[in-house]
């Protein structure tokens, strides 16, 4: 694996911080989940299975990696993290601004303990600037970027919404990951560790699809596009109905190769040689009337037969679909998308595969999210004799599950 040869300290809660070093551990680094002797925020009752309490989210976001239980407010714990540090390439954590300085683990702290040290900080807003100390939790961020305001429709009196997802998360994990490969490689070539600042805010700004361009250059204010893209409210960039049901329709006005596709669908060769449409400012500056035309087509077609349709005819399509249809998708079979793993108290877990991908090295989920503390023991006797872990443990120093 690409990172085998890789420790990482995985100091992080919730999403953004584990996901980041889960996406290392993905790539073969070996992955060391610090946490308190009371566990980390997600390892929450959320759910039962097999008689077990099971919280999805913190199986997907901890796989690949090894659990220590480990109480940094105790000078011996605290002496346990430093000796670990010494030996590894990264660190990530995501508390708020404070806490690392506060325990003893910032970045100056650790970085005089191992100048070649990576370390990664995720936060809601960076670690620096006005808003540094504000709750930073990934709805938070959604509606203070102005995300949720592009949700939704427009004139609408509902609440702003935010997504089903927490992008503001993920989109951080992946930018701390990444950037912490490139800091590795620069440590690698010899030019030292160095700090990685990255911000759920700034994360989802760079993932807008550009809406602050629009305002910063154009002076375009996004607004809640519905189901069609802000950018482009009045051309069908979302679900639409068909005669039994809805389907998701991509009908990019802008495309001369879909423009002559709309127009071949609707066996109107006079819309295609109408001046007017010759042009995509044309074609958009009547996308409403486009628009509704299409639709009147799609109302009468069976939504199968309208997916295979439009396809053919170069207008992307696909069925809009449930979280259950969509798990019995046969591309997710084919992908492998969802694994099976043992899990010594769920039994068999399915878990989404890693989105990572690589031609050579298989990517795969060789552990399970571990136990709280399920490698203390094992991983303090890499560092120290028998005598010395167990003293750990008598003094309450380090935890293991039962």
């Known amino acids: 694996m690409p990172l085998s040869d890789v420790r990482v300290i995985d100091c992080g809660q919730v999403i953004a911080g584990p996901l980041c070093a889960t996406f290392l551990g993905d790539m073969g680094a070996d992955v060391v989940k610090v946490e308190p002797p009371t566990g980390e925020t997600y390892r929450t009752e959320r759910r039962q299975l097999n008689g077990e309490p099971f919280s999805p989210p913190f199986e997907l976001y901890n796989r690949n990696k090894r659990a220590l239980a480990l109480n940094l407010k105790h000078d011996d714990g605290l002496a346990a993290l430093y000796d670990l540090v010494e030996v590894a390439d990264i660190f990530v954590q995501n508390w708020p601004p404070g806490v690392a300085k506060r325990l003893g683990v910032d970045y100056d702290t650790l970085r005089e303990l191992n100048p070649d040290l990576v370390y990664v900080h995720i936060t809601g807003y960076g670690e620096t600037g006005p808003m540094a100390n504000n709750p ?28 089903q997802s927490s992008l503001a998360d993920y989109f951080a994990a992946y930018s701390g990951a990444l950037s912490a490969m490139g800091a590795l490689r620069a440590a690698d070539r010899g030019e030292g560790g160095q700090l990685v600042d990255v911000s759920l805010l700034e994360s989802l700004a760079h993932n807008m699809d550009a809406a602050y361009e629009y305002y910063n250059n154009l002076g375009e204010k996004p607004r809640a596009g519905g189901r069609n893209a802000f950018f482009d409210p009045d051309m069908l960039y979302g679900a639409a109905a068909a005669a039994d049901g809805y389907i998701c329709v991509g009908l990019l006005l802008y495309s001369d190769r879909i423009w002559e596709g709309l127009c071949t669908l609707l066996d109107r060769p006079d819309l295609f040689a109408d001046e007017r449409y010759a042009t995509d400012a044309g074609r958009m500056a009547d996308a409403e009337k486009l628009t509704g035309l299409f639709e009147e087509w799609l109302s009468t077609v069976p939504t199968e037969k309208a997916v295979e349709t439009l396809n053919a005819h170069n207008i992307p399509a696909a069925r809009s679909q449930t979280i259950a249809e969509a798990a019995a998708m046969e591309q997710y079979a084919h992908r492998d998308t969802f694994v099976t793993i043992d899990h010594e108290r769920f039994g068999e877990l399915s878990l989404t595969a890693s989105p990572l991908s690589l031609s050579r090295d298989e990517i795969s989920i060789r552990r399970p999210a571990p136990r709280l503390g399920e490698h203390s023991r094992e991983l303090l006797a890499e560092l120290y004799d028998e005598e010395t872990v167990e003293k750990l443990f008598t003094d309450g120093v380090i935890h293991e599950s039962g």
């Open 136 to 163: 930073g939790l990934d709805t938070l961020v959604q509606h203070l970027s102005g995300f949720a305001q592009l949700h939704g429709y427009p004139d609408s009196d509902r609440p702003p919404i935010r997504s």
